[in-house]
């Protein structure tokens, strides 16, 4: 990336004490950043709020872009509505009449809070700037451009603005009635500014400077093809730049998808008060540092882990008719997912957003509810209400679990109680309903979106065991000790019986399915045929191999097949179901199916390759054949942990570090490394869970106001802290110094009537507070402030 020059730097804080108007850029000086590479200049970037957002390329233009709508998902979001495709800018010089359109830049920058791109114009001597950034509650944005005069004459120049105004519905927006209609465009004089209008609908938006335009039109002076229905409205304002001097222009883009008076209410709010809502989010930002703030000797790992919760941020999408929700990815998922939210939830309360986790309960459940009324959990819903698929089965299981960490982090008894009705419901649905031949195994679609694999899921299965007891739990806690008891002995039971039947000693994995051979021939026979499209020798001779063992089976009988090697095989170890030297074996068998960025989803498509059949194909078409993605890494990591394994869970961490700012500076993409969405949520899970509560060992328990401390530190962190994590209305700080001899924890926490349990299991010595105290498996505190000294 070419660097920004150190005159363009100075005209910037010159400007501090010029007429300018105040600079948004400078609010950035001492925030986080991290620059973007050369080679991913022309890919997407992100910059969001929670009510509108923009996904456009680092290099400052706006191509078409996404699939889910086709070219569609790119440009500026105000859900359920999108207001533009983007915009351009250009410079002509009114001496040369040479033109300048600013949709290449030469460099870009991502910070938490916006984005910006640098660029050069050599001939003329002119370098620019643009920042952007969204606030947090407005359906409007700030886009401003700097632009700096190093060469040594006056310059005059036209700045052209084109808003490529495109108001048009979101996905599914048929299903409730939103058709999209041709835009209109017209400029306000008194404004000084372009308001636009779906021809058949309320949706608006409105975009101007606090500058006076000189000249409107509806021609694009830097031409974009684009689809859709939309139109083009140009703003272009004369600008004199002495030598050495620089001018800064403000762009403010408003929307409404009820009102014209709405999008120019926010219009003037932004022209007033942005400054002091950018300096809100920066500061809100900073508290979402703060809180479950980690400290290690690896800098670039806290770097991901940091910029984990602010990308967790970036996709919070809220829509008043509906609610407020972490949604699942962008550009192409923008909305709200059931098994998504249930991953993202564990890392949203483990590094302390509550509010939000809370936010996106309420909203999964009332849609749920609303869709289905029997406990089934939908599977994906629009910003418009719409849902396209009512919920696989894994999703209400996954839902009860989500609900039980959800109260040992926040201790919110109220809603856990509220929500009860609906967990007794999930589970007559999972045990019964979806159970039809009552062998404890619900049947249908889980996380694998493979064909034919509908029968009885591996992930399913432990997912429901995780959500019995997560459920006889929740039943304690309400006061219903039977059906708690009920609930549990049925978590028992089918613990055993995954163990003893769902195993495949020869395999050494627990299988993707269980089956009769008769249903397994066909799913077998697919698979065949993807290992044979993709070129994968080794995978149609073991599934030629499976063929032919298959006709040693009996008849009729079920048997745990392992044919795809999904990453679902993993989920007993993740739910920590697995027996532990079945665990063992597993994760072992495991790392057959990965490469440095992480594990396959679907094993049989690995690939030794540096740019295979696969890659090579996905350039062409969007798939997630033959894909490394984030989940399964993520899932493994957990997994490994929790089976005491922290030094290869740390590992597969470090093989999720490979993926992070390796495309979009600051951000992780869903598929290793540079596919799919540029920003995912459940990137949080597979990195502040392992974390959080397998290495620093924290063990929520907020209803009960007690904290219980088991630490299993990566060999390679000898000291490492995690600072004010919230758990229920205490907030918990604990500093880990590791010798050869002791392990020393300093324990603080802001409520001191709060329970502090330490696991001193093995000890032969125990020092509190340097004073010597009886060694047992447990250690039980009250009190401010502990220093706790373990000799092994």
């Keep these: 990336m070419k660097p920004i020059s150190t005159s363009f730097i100075f005209l910037l804080l010159l ?57 569609e998902m790119g440009g500026i979001w105000n859900h359920p509505i999108k207001l533009m495709d983007g915009f351009t800018a250009s410079l002509t010089a009114k001496l040369s009449g040479n033109v300048y359109c600013l949709n290449n830049a030469d460099g870009f920058i991502n910070y938490p809070i916006g984005n910006q791109h640098h660029f050069t114009w050599e001939e003329e001597g002119i370098e620019m700037q643009r920042f952007q950034f969204v606030p947090d509650g407005w359906e409007g944005m700030v886009v401003e451009y700097t632009l700096a005069n190093n060469s040594t004459v006056t310059k005059q120049f036209d700045f052209s603005f084109t808003g490529m105004v495109d108001l048009r519905p979101t996905w599914l927006g048929e299903r409730t009635n939103m058709i999209d209609a041709e835009d209109e465009i017209s400029f306000d004089k008194k404004l000084s500014a372009v308001v636009a209008k779906d021809k058949s609908n309320p949706w608006y938006v409105v975009f101007g400077s606090t500058l006076k335009a000189n000249d409107f039109s509806s021609n694009a002076v830097c031409e974009t093809e684009r689809k859709g229905l939309g139109a083009n409205g140009t703003l272009t304002y004369e600008l004199f730049l002495q030598p050495g001097s620089m001018k800064v222009i403000q762009v403010f883009i408003a929307g409404s998808y009820k009102s014209e008076s709405a999008a120019l209410e926010t219009f003037s709010f932004l022209k007033n008060m942005g400054t002091i809502e950018l300096d809100q989010k920066i500061d809100h930002y900073k508290k979402l540092k703060a809180t479950a703030n980690l400290i290690i000797p690896d800098k670039e790992l806290a770097q991901m882990y940091e910029w984990l919760k602010y990308n967790t941020e970036w996709l919070v999408r809220t829509v008043p008719e509906q609610g407020s929700a972490v949604s699942a990815g962008l550009p192409d998922y923008p909305w709200w997912f059931g098994a998504d939210m249930t991953y993202t939830m564990q890392g949203i309360l483990a590094t302390g957003n509550h509010t939000l986790a809370k936010n996106s309960i309420e909203l999964l459940s009332m849609i749920s509810k609303q869709t289905n009324g029997n406990g089934r959990i939908i599977h994906e819903v629009s910003t418009n209400g719409a849902v396209f698929n009512p919920g696989n089965v894994n999703e209400t299981a996954q839902y009860i679990t989500m609900l039980k960490l959800y109260a040992d982090w926040t201790g919110d008894k109220e809603l856990i109680t509220q929500l009860f009705p609906e967990v007794q419901k999930g589970i007559t649905w999972l045990t019964e309903t979806m159970d039809e031949d009552q062998n404890g195994y619900p049947n249908g679609n889980g996380m694998m979106e493979i064909h034919g694999l509908d029968t009885e899921m591996i992930d399913v299965v432990a997912y429901t065991q995780q959500a019995l007891a997560s459920a006889a739990q929740i039943a304690t806690w309400v006061g219903e000790k039977e059906l708690a008891l009920t609930y549990q002995r049925k978590a028992d039971v089918l613990k055993t019986k995954i163990n003893a039947e769902w195993w495949n000693e020869q395999e050494q994995s627990f299988g993707d399915f269980r089956s009769t051979v008769a249903e397994a021939k066909p799913i077998v026979a697919a698979a065949l045929v993807r290992a044979d499209t993709l070129g994968k020798p ?45 665990a063992l074996a597993a994760l072992k068998t495991a790392t057959n199916y990965e490469n440095p960025f992480g594990v396959y989803v679907t094993g049989i498509d690995r690939s030794d390759e540096p740019d295979s059949v696969v890659l090579k194909s996905r350039k062409k078409t969007f798939s997630y054949t033959g894909a490394v993605m984030t989940l399964p890494t993520g899932v493994q990591a957990v997994a490994a942990a929790n089976y005491g394994k922290v030094n290869e869970a740390l590992g597969y961490i470090k093989k999720l570090q490979q993926s992070f700012s390796y495309a979009l500076p600051g951000s992780m993409y869903e598929v290793s490394p540079d596919f799919g969405m540029v920003v995912q949520a459940w990137n949080i899970y597979g990195v502040a869970v392992p974390v959080i509560q397998s290495f620093f060992g924290i063990e929520p328990h907020a209803i009960e106001q007690r904290i219980v401390i088991s630490p299993q530190l990566p060999d390679a962190w000898n000291e490492a802290a995690l600072e004010n994590v919230k758990v229920g209305s205490n907030s918990f700080s604990m500093k880990i110094n590791r010798t050869t001899d002791y392990d020393e924890y300093n324990l603080k926490q802001t409520d001191p009537a709060w329970t502090l349990v330490i696991n001193t299991k093995g000890a032969k010595q125990v020092l509190v507070n340097q004073k010597e105290t009886v060694v047992a498996d447990q250690l039980s505190l009250q009190g401010a402030e502990h220093v706790v000294r373990i000799y092994r």
């Design 15 to 71: 400007s501090c004490s010029t007429p300018e108007p105040q600079q948004y850029y400078l609010f950035t000086t001492s925030q986080p950043s991290i620059a973007g590479k050369p080679q991913y200049l022309q890919s997407p970037f992100v910059t969001a709020g929670d009510r509108m957002y923009m996904v456009g390329h680092q290099d400052g233009s706006f191509p078409d872009l996404g699939w889910h709508v086709t070219g």
């Design 538 to 582: 080794w995978a149609i001779k073991e599934l030629k191999a499976t063929e032919q063992k298959m006709k040693t089976y009996a008849a009729g009988k079920h048997f745990p097949f392992v044919v795809y090697h999904n990453w679902v095989v993993n989920t007993p170890m993740e739910t920590g179901v697995a027996d532990r030297a079945k």
